[in-house]
């Protein structure tokens, strides 16, 4: 059957390094490729990490339909994913990696029903969270407050996931996940 696992976490949760290890771990499983109107950061390639669209772009194809789900993430700036990208990892017989912020998380359990096991990466602690923002090294001050802020109400939707996993030890994490996940196959 066609599936999908939808992978959504308030930023700083180590959502991503979890995703990474466990598409290197399964080899059936392909990352999807969201589309964005931001402007590629650091080493991204287009067509490899996101498919970078104009805004002009971007809402272009939302006025065709070419999207399943798209959100502005941060004001001004969008992020979706394209149908052609459903197609394309499902006519090769993998499983669709979604990693996505909270609200498209939702949206997309609810698109893909019984297809999709949602999973919602937890940080210890609010405070914990913050410490790893500012042990990141990587946003100023500010946008880490906001980023704090923003996590507050996205961890009051987590009872909206079919599963939570709290990413205190990454490598408790990554085992719970793994138990997950292998349910899920299994079906
Ligand atoms: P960044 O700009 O740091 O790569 O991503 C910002 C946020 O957008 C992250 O929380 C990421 O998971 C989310 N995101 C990436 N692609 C999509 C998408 O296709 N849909 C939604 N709703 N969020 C996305």
């Known amino acids: 059957m066609e599936k999908v696992i939808i992978f959504s976490a308030p930023s700083g949760s180590g959502k991503t390094t979890i995703v990474h290890r466990l598409l290197e771990v399964y080899d059936n499983f392909e990352f999807s490729i969201s589309a964005t109107s931001r402007a590629p950061r650091g080493k991204e390639v287009d067509g490899v990490d996101y498919y970078f669209l104009t805004e002009e772009e971007f809402l272009r194809r939302v006025e065709l339909g ?17 149908h052609s990208e459903v197609r394309r990892i499902w006519s090769k017989g993998n499983i669709i990696v ?46 880490i407050a906001k980023r704090v802020a ?27 996940t793994r138990e997950i996940i292998d349910r899920f196959i299994a079906e």
């Open 66 to 82: 070419n999207f399943v789900e798209w959100e502005a993430v941060y004001a001004g700036t969008f992020y979706g994913t394209l």
């Open 98 to 143: 979604f990693d996505v912020d909270v609200v498209g998380g939702i949206n997309l359990k609810k698109i893909f029903g019984d297809k999709a096991r949602s999973i919602f990466i937890m940080p210890p602690s609010v405070e914990e969270l913050e410490r790893r923002l500012i042990g990141r090294a990587t946003d100023a001050p500010e946008v």
């Open 150 to 176: 923003k996590a507050a109400t996205e961890i009051e939707r987590a009872p909206e996931f079919d599963a939570i996993v709290v990413n205190d030890d990454l490598e408790v994490a990554i085992a719970q």
